[in-house]
């Protein structure tokens, strides 16, 4: 890890339990022997969530336009152990009360997102750690993207037009890692997206990721089929036949370790996971139920196919919560400590680009 260069951690809709499990994350930041970090928001909403809590939270202000002028302002900043340093972005708009979610929270939060990749561009941030957003919140307020995924490619290919960009979900949790080839579409639009060419994209990606991001030397890939006991020799269905196992035998020409299709309910039992390094779903739920069932608590969601480091909670902005001081802080840890190590591996053995 560079320790002149911090992770950003965006703090997500300011309504939700972001704010407070980012300042549970700095107080124990020490004994997880976290990266470190600075958040990226509005300074009022950590510090109203600080004054909520037993134990007060000291919290430091630098600007954006501060932190992307002075190549070492951050870096020195994120080295203070005795405070939590906020990038400030956007307006300081009405207050926000936990538990109610507002459209007039939306252009600091997008711009969280916007300025963290901006600090990483410029050399100022080592990763992103994005903190729970509400989808509907910022679509009644204008945002063109179905997630953080999808607005994290754009500015990815933005700040980075020379890099191939193809932003590939994964979910690390325990001993499991999912990747969903077909992520926020209608579950009808499923079978019509799949396409022999996307899932060896996708399983190159996840490939290559293994071995930078993780340290495996030699990945081996799972791949589900679509249907009810992948297809059953075509009589539940031909997209097994027809596309998934054509696009494995065209990655095991390639020489890579992938097997497939295989049936999804007999995939993810404990003697199985041993089998495999990562799991390839075909759809969102097919992977995600898993790995949220297995580690609901301490699963993290990173972004694969990107010029920089990603990584967030894997669970949402739990309005229903929020402001109780109930909220459990381990899937963000989990996040921070896995964007820290990611970025220490790249650092250690970059390696050639991302088909």
Request: charge should be neutral; glycine fraction near 8%.
């Given at each position: 890890?560079?320790?002149?260069?911090?992770?950003?951690?965006?703090?997500?809709?300011?309504?939700?339990?972001?704010?407070?499990?980012?300042?549970?994350?700095?107080?124990?930041?020490?004994?997880?022997?976290l990266a470190p970090f600075v958040a990226v928001g509005?300074?009022?909403?950590?510090?109203?969530?600080?004054?909520?809590?037993?134990?007060?939270?000291?919290?430091?202000?630098?600007?954006?336009?501060?932190?992307?002028?002075?190549?070492?302002?951050?870096?020195?900043?994120?080295?203070?152990?005795?405070?939590?340093?906020?990038?400030?972005?956007?307006?300081?708009?009405?207050?926000?009360?936990?538990?109610?979610?507002?459209?007039?929270?939306?252009?600091?939060?997008?711009?969280?997102?916007?300025?963290?990749?901006?600090?990483i561009a410029a050399g100022q941030a080592a990763g992103?750690?994005?903190?729970?957003?509400?989808?509907?919140?910022?679509?009644?307020?204008g945002f063109a993207h179905p997630g953080h995924t999808?607005?994290?490619?754009?500015?990815?290919?933005?700040?980075?037009?020379?890099?191939?960009?193809?932003?590939?979900?994964?979910?690390?949790?325990?001993?499991?890692?999912?990747?969903?080839?077909?992520?926020?579409?209608?579950?009808?639009?499923?079978?019509?997206?799949?396409?022999?060419?996307?899932?060896?994209?996708?399983?190159?990606?996840?490939?290559?990721?293994?071995?930078?991001?993780?340290?495996?030397?030699?990945?081996?890939?799972?791949?589900?089929?679509?249907?009810?006991?992948?297809?059953?020799?075509?009589?539940?269905?031909?997209?097994?036949?027809?596309?998934?196992?054509?696009?494995?035998?065209?990655?095991?020409?390639?020489?890579?370790?992938?097997?497939?299709?295989?049936?999804?309910?007999?995939?993810?039992?404990?003697?199985?996971?041993?089998?495999?390094?990562?799991?390839?779903?075909?759809?969102?739920?097919?992977?995600?139920?898993?790995?949220?069932?297995?580690?609901?608590?301490?699963?993290?969601?990173?972004?694969?196919?990107?010029?920089?480091?990603?990584?967030?909670?894997?669970?949402?902005?739990?309005?229903?919560?929020?402001?109780?001081?109930?909220?459990?802080?381990?899937?963000?840890?989990?996040?921070?400590?896995?964007?820290?190590?990611?970025?220490?591996?790249?650092?250690?053995?970059?390696?050639?680009?991302?088909?």
């Amino acid at each position: 890890m560079r320790a002149d260069k911090p992770l950003a951690v965006t703090m997500g809709d300011p309504a939700g339990i972001g704010p407070e499990i980012i300042l549970e994350a700095w107080s124990v930041r020490e004994a997880e022997r976290l990266a470190p970090f600075v958040a990226v928001g509005r300074p009022e909403w950590l510090l109203d969530a600080a004054r909520r809590r037993p134990r007060a939270v000291p919290i430091d202000t630098i600007t954006a336009t501060e932190a992307l002028a002075d190549p070492r302002a951050l870096g020195l900043a994120a080295r203070d152990p005795n405070r939590l340093v906020v990038v400030a972005v956007g307006d300081p708009g009405p207050a926000v009360v936990p538990g109610r979610p507002t459209e007039a929270a939306a252009p600091a939060i997008i711009a969280a997102i916007e300025t963290s990749v901006a600090l990483i561009a410029a050399g100022q941030a080592a990763g992103i750690v994005t903190a729970p957003i509400a989808k509907a919140v910022l679509k009644s307020a204008g945002f063109a993207h179905p997630g953080h995924t999808e607005l994290l490619g754009e500015l990815s290919r933005r700040h980075w037009p020379v890099e191939p960009c193809q932003p590939v979900m994964m979910l690390v949790g325990a001993d499991l890692r999912v990747v969903p080839v077909t992520v926020h579409v209608p579950l009808t639009a499923v079978a019509p997206s799949l396409t022999g060419e996307l899932i060896m994209s996708v399983a190159r990606i996840t490939a290559r990721a293994l071995t930078r991001d993780f340290a495996v030397a030699r990945p081996r890939i799972a791949v589900c089929g679509l249907n009810p006991h992948a297809g059953e020799n075509a009589t539940m269905g031909t997209e097994e036949r027809d596309i998934i196992a054509p696009a494995v035998a065209g990655l095991v020409r390639e020489g890579l370790e992938v097997r497939g299709p295989l049936p999804a309910d007999t995939l993810f039992h404990p003697r199985a996971r041993r089998n495999y390094d990562a799991v390839l779903g075909m759809y969102h739920d097919q992977v995600l139920i898993p790995l949220k069932t297995i580690a609901f608590e301490s699963g993290v969601n990173t972004t694969l196919g990107l010029a920089f480091v990603r990584t967030s909670p894997d669970h949402g902005t739990a309005f229903d919560i929020a402001g109780t001081g109930t909220a459990d802080p381990t899937s963000m840890i989990a996040a921070i400590r896995l964007a820290g190590d990611m970025v220490r591996r790249r650092d250690a053995a970059p390696v050639a680009r991302v088909n």
